[in-house]
């Protein structure tokens, strides 16, 4: 089974979030498993014990496409590492997401043709904002082959799972569909999610990872700081990989919330004390 991970850009917090992940994958990793980083910056995983896959940012461009969609480059991620391993599970994991169950018993799903996404969040029909807005413009359009209907419910896709039999068609199958919709001016940052959502239904028998691999993106700045205190006691300590694998266990794991619920009331009045009161003194050495 191939993981893969895509972490692009100078902002460190997406690479600290990618070591904690890969450190809690790698405690069950089998000889057969490898953990691939897509990135445009491999100097930051020279360290990882992982296979590198440097990218430059001209291939991130083009892997946008004309509409110059972001979220269209993990699809086009997938392919590219699919075309090079075509006969092998692919698991593609977002940086804020940490294994705390089982891979055996994800890859057994695989091996039995189910696909895997983090966790099923409903239909966009009966959500709000850009979800909502998306799926009046696509309702009933058919995009590779698939029509989209009230059947199709979104998943959350920090974990995207693709048994190695489904993988060709299941990319394709995203692909044509993300195109198509952005063709029809239903650009959303939740488009791609959408897309591999519909795909991963129609080619698998899709079911949720949430079981096994928790995703965060509820409580990122607890978690980034969790992770960052990880890497530097790693780094002051001179850690072996085996003494940094010892130190993500199963209690630290457990030990942050993956959500946090923060009233956006609050936020508002952060912020406009932050307008009211700027920081203006500000002091260098001379």
């Not at 075309?83 to 089982?102: A, M």
């Not at 799903?109 to 979800?131: A, F, I, T, V, Y």
């Not at 209907?149 to 993300?178: K, Y």
Request: overall charge negative.
């Amino acid at each position: 089974m191939n993981l893969l991970y895509i972490v692009f850009g100078d902002n460190l917090s997406y690479h600290l979030e990618a070591y904690l992940s890969i450190r809690s994958f790698q405690k069950q990793l089998t000889e057969s498993d490898r953990i691939f980083v897509l990135t445009t910056k491999p100097e930051y995983y020279r360290h990882a014990h992982v296979d590198i896959l440097p990218i430059p940012e001209q291939q991130i461009e083009e892997w946008q496409g004309r509409h110059h969609f972001f979220f269209r480059v993990k699809i086009m991620a997938l392919d590219y590492l699919q075309q090079r391993y075509p006969d092998e599970h692919l698991l593609y994991l977002d940086s804020d997401t940490f294994l705390y169950g089982s891979l055996e018993t994800l890859r057994q799903r695989l091996d039995e043709g189910k696909g895997l996404m983090h966790q099923r969040e409903g239909h966009p029909s009966k959500m709000k904002g850009g979800s909502l807005k998306m799926w009046k413009r696509v309702a009933g359009h058919t995009y590779g082959g698939v029509t989209l209907s009230e059947n199709h419910d979104m998943w959350n896709a920090g974990v995207t799972g693709i048994p190695a039999g489904r993988a060709r068609q299941t990319i394709d199958t995203s692909l044509a569909i993300c195109d198509g919709m952005l063709d029809d001016g239903a650009k959303t940052f939740i488009l791609e999610q959408y897309s591999s959502s519909v795909s991963m239904a129609e080619n698998t028998q899709l079911c949720e990872a949430a079981d096994h691999i928790g995703h965060y993106w509820g409580n990122k700045a607890e978690w980034e700081k969790l992770s960052g205190d990880l890497l530097l006691r790693a780094y002051m300590k001179e850690s072996s990989l085996d003494e940094e694998l010892e130190a993500v266990t199963d209690g630290l794991l457990r030990s942050l919330p993956i959500y946090v619920h923060k009233r956006s009331t609050a936020e508002k009045l952060h912020k406009q004390i932050d307008r009211l009161f700027p920081k203006n003194d500000f002091r260098y050495i001379p």
